[in-house]
């Protein structure tokens, strides 16, 4: 929680999210990253929520309102809402998704508690970043609470 909130604080420097842009930077996502970033450090999480919740409307594939509005709900502790922000993340970034993005995909799922579909992302994730640290110890904390592969996954193998 701590982490996040610090990572909101210092959001114009999200690189650790971000996928090397090949066009010119999403500016209108940019401001509203930045925007959203000030009224978290001013103590307006409310607005800073509304804002990223209604630029995800008009610009639903912006790489920066998509980090900043998984940022916010994290924070809010909105676990269902930020998957569904970061899995779209995901989707958007495609085989370019850094290692960030699926690790906190990856929390964000076992926060929700689907310990399944968090088991399923770090794999998923593991095939792009398969020497990553974070990803493998996901994984490996994964397997400690009991997650495997699904019994219907295992009948098939």
Do not use: K
Request: aromatic residues 6%; contains cysteine; charged residues 20%.
């Amino acid at each position: 929680m701590l982490q996040v909130a610090h990572t909101i604080a210092t959001a114009p420097d999200f690189s650790a999210f971000a996928t090397a842009r090949t066009h010119a930077a999403d500016s209108e996502g940019q401001r509203i990253r930045f925007a959203a970033a000030d009224l978290f450090r001013q103590g307006r999480l409310a607005e800073a929520d509304l804002l990223t919740y209604e630029a995800m409307q008009q610009m639903p594939d912006s790489e920066d309102v998509l980090v900043m509005r998984a940022l916010i709900c994290e924070v809010r502790h909105d676990w269902t809402a930020a998957a569904e922000v970061l899995g779209r993340l995901i989707a958007v970034q495609g085989a370019d998704a850094p290692p960030e993005s699926w690790c906190h995909w990856v929390r964000v799922l076992r926060c929700d508690g689907q310990l399944g579909a968090a088991r399923q992302a770090v794999l998923q994730a593991l095939q792009h970043h398969p020497t990553h640290p974070a990803l493998a110890n996901e994984l490996a904390q994964l397997e400690a609470l009991g997650v495997g592969p699904s019994p219907d996954a295992r009948q098939a193998a």
